[in-house]
């Protein structure tokens, strides 16, 4: 038994059962990966994959126990690394945050100026995906930590802290209709064409439940994954924004206006996420105190745990 055979079951399984893809992930030749795992299952005496001929179609039951242990072994053979990079090079390191365009524009650009000053020699790289993307990338170990609003609390191999709360808002172009009204409701905002998030981005499903609850259909002229693009097509005229608070900048939106109105969706928390049984390094324990500064060190490390209590 060696690691790369427990990689390559642990990536068939990533893959769908495609040992192809199994083989280009992994930069090796599709009869390699076939033969490491038959070298495996005559070691164990035990089939791992359901086969018809030579495709494999899903897991069998030993199978099923058998990648729940071969995810724990790799995962501590990665932490065995983190270890020793640790107390060899305190001060130096990868740190990789997977986050959504709009925490990476408006929610953490001040984090990061602090984090850089604090750890100068730790290099940083910010990956950009949807909130599904994210969890993935934690979830598979290509990402320390992730940041978004939706699916990290939904994913059980994470742990997830609150990073702050926001409500959605409204932003129109100067002299808007909607800038002369005492009190906007839902039925007044639907009668305007809507532009606003992307589903599955930035709280959406929020907007969807506030005007389902309500009874009203409004009309949803185009959606983006970031605000930055809304915002462009507010300028143009094209519709009503709805975007997260933070996302409006004074500065640099002076041809806009911000319309606040906390009382016509449901708050939204943004939460970092890592993975249960990981061992940090002591800048990712830095960074997630100073993004979630109300959740203690004893906190996070309970809440690293393995679901079993194992470390």
Known sequence: MNFQQLRIVRETVRQDFNLTEVANALYTSQPGVSKHIKDLEDELGIEIFVRRGKRLLGLTEPGKELVEVVGRILLDSHNLRR????????????????????????????????????????????????PREIAELVNTGQADVGIATEALNKVPELASFPFYSWHHAIIVPHGHPLTTLPQITLETLAEFPIITYHEGFTGRAHVDKAFADAGIVPDIVLSAIDADVIKTYVSLGLGVGIVASVAYDPEQDRNLTLLPVPELFPSNTTRLAVRRGTYLRSYVHAFIEKVCPDVGEETIKSALKLPNGGD
Do not use: N
Not at 107 to 126: E, Q, S
């Open 83 to 130: 270890i020793a990079d640790q107390f060899a090079s305190r001060e130096t390191g990868h740190f990789v945050i997977a986050t959504t365009h709009t925490q990476a524009r408006y929610a953490l650009p001040k984090i990061i100026k602090w984090f850089k000053a604090d750890y100068p020699k730790v290099h940083l790289t910010l990956l950009q995906g949807s």
